[in-house]
């Protein structure tokens, strides 16, 4: 049963801007502390992206910041991570997870994935 519906991938030139989006059933959205971006390059380790509360309180690590922008809608049920001023090294498979807590446990819930491609 999937839960977690990733868009917005796709092969972009440098420079360019891609937005991602999660969405989630509102079940699993509702008992969700927060929604989080991840990233796997090839032959690199899963690499936390960015993250978001409900509340809105975002974080984000410092190769993307000032270019990436995460954000939620709750009405929605999605999570949206906004890329702009893409590199070559930001390739990668970039995966949602919806948290259950202030940190991560085996209950949390991952999207598929979905491919970024950033050419020079």
């Known amino acids: 049963q999937v839960q977690l519906v990733e868009s917005g991938g796709g092969l972009v030139q440098a420079g360019g801007s891609l937005r991602l989006s999660c969405a989630a059933s509102?079940?699993?959205?509702?008992?969700?502390?927060?929604g989080c971006w991840y990233r796997q390059a090839p032959g690199k380790q899963r690499e936390l992206v960015a993250t978001?509360?409900?509340?809105?309180?975002?974080n984000y690590v410092d190769s993307v910041k000032g270019r990436f922008t995460i954000s939620i809608d709750n009405a929605k049920n999605t999570v949206y991570l906004q890329m702009n001023s893409l590199l070559p090294e930001d390739t990668a498979v970039y995966y949602c997870?919806?948290?259950?807590?202030?940190?991560?446990?085996?209950?949390?819930?991952w999207g598929q994935g979905t491919q970024v491609t950033v050419s020079s």
């Open positions: 509102g079940t699993i959205f509702s008992i969700s502390y927060m």
């Open positions: 997870k919806l948290q259950r807590g202030s940190v991560p446990t085996s209950g949390d819930y």
């Open positions: 978001i509360t409900r509340g809105g309180s975002s």
